[in-house]
């Protein structure tokens, strides 16, 4: 079992950067394919980011490619999520989760522990 605890978020100005960061606890977290996913008020939970557990793989929602980035320290049992050209849209609460399986995958479905979400305002 892993427990997660993300902080970092804040309130910023659009075009500005955020870097969120997801600390676990236990000595398993290597074993874990690492997400981050987001919700908008009124909207449904959606994927932002995934990282596998070798660190070799990403993938990224296509609503922040090339803004987002997601790494992984298992060092520190760690995982981060640095975002730059920040836009009012992406506004949410952002959950960091832990999916234990073998496939890595942007199923929020599949993924088993999460944190209990930092929230992110980007003001116009």
């Known amino acids: 079992q892993v427990q997660l605890v993300e902080s970092g978020g804040g309130l910023v100005q659009a075009g500005g950067s955020l870097r969120l960061s997801c600390a676990a606890s236990g000595r398993t977290f290597s074993r874990y394919h690492m997400g981050w996913f987001r919700q908008a008020p009124g909207k449904e939970r959606e994927f932002v980011a995934g990282?596998?557990?070798?660190?070799?793989?990403?993938n990224y929602a296509d609503s922040v490619k090339g803004r987002f980035t997601i790494s992984r320290d298992d060092a520190k049992n760690t995982v981060y999520l640095q975002m730059n050209s920040l836009k009012p849209e992406d506004t949410a609460v952002y959950y960091c989760?832990?999916?234990?399986?073998?496939?890595?995958?942007?199923?929020?479905?599949?993924?088993?522990?999460w944190g209990q979400g930092t929230q992110v305002t980007v003001s116009s």
């Open positions: 990282v596998n557990r070798s660190g070799a793989n990403t």
């Open positions: 989760a832990a999916d234990s399986s073998f496939v890595f995958t942007q199923n929020l479905a599949r993924y088993d522990y």
